[in-house]
């Protein structure tokens, strides 16, 4: 199993962006699809996740509102619209998967056991 991540960059606060996250190697149908992210000098932190069944999401109070995710079956792509983007939302972002299905949100790092090699976010003020 392999994961993509992609679509990081520089933006102006204010901006948006669109992280994508490829799967490969299995579907993920049934599956929760989680992104993190690690701050300079901050431990990894929970953003968000989606159901890939019905497409329910749950957000992190940081982001919620400003962030949403989405899935598309067809390309087992997972992604992540930012939008209003904040300095403090300046890190790399992860998305990653478990092993096993199942319907039970997933919030923490542990929960998961594929990452992708992280996409690099600096939002400037």
């Known amino acids: 199993v392999q994961l993509q991540a992609s679509g990081g960059g520089l933006v102006q606060a204010g901006g948006s962006l669109r992280l994508s996250c490829a799967a490969s190697?299995?579907?993920?149908?049934?599956?929760?699809m989680g992104w993190f992210r690690q701050a300079p000098g901050k431990e990894r932190e929970f953003v968000g996740a989606i159901k890939w069944v019905g497409g329910s999401t749950v957000y992190s109070d940081s982001v919620k509102g400003r962030f949403t995710i989405s899935r598309d079956g067809a390309k087992n792509t997972v992604y992540l619209q930012m939008s209003n983007l904040k300095p403090e939302d300046t890190a790399v972002y992860y998305c990653?998967?478990?092993?096993?299905?199942?319907?039970?949100?997933?919030?923490?790092?542990?929960?998961?056991?594929?990452w992708g090699q992280g996409t690099e976010v600096t939002v400037s003020s």
């Open positions: 990653a998967a478990p092993r096993t299905y199942g319907s039970t949100w997933l919030l923490r790092e542990y929960e998961y056991d594929y």
């Open positions: 190697g299995r579907s993920f149908s049934n599956y929760v």
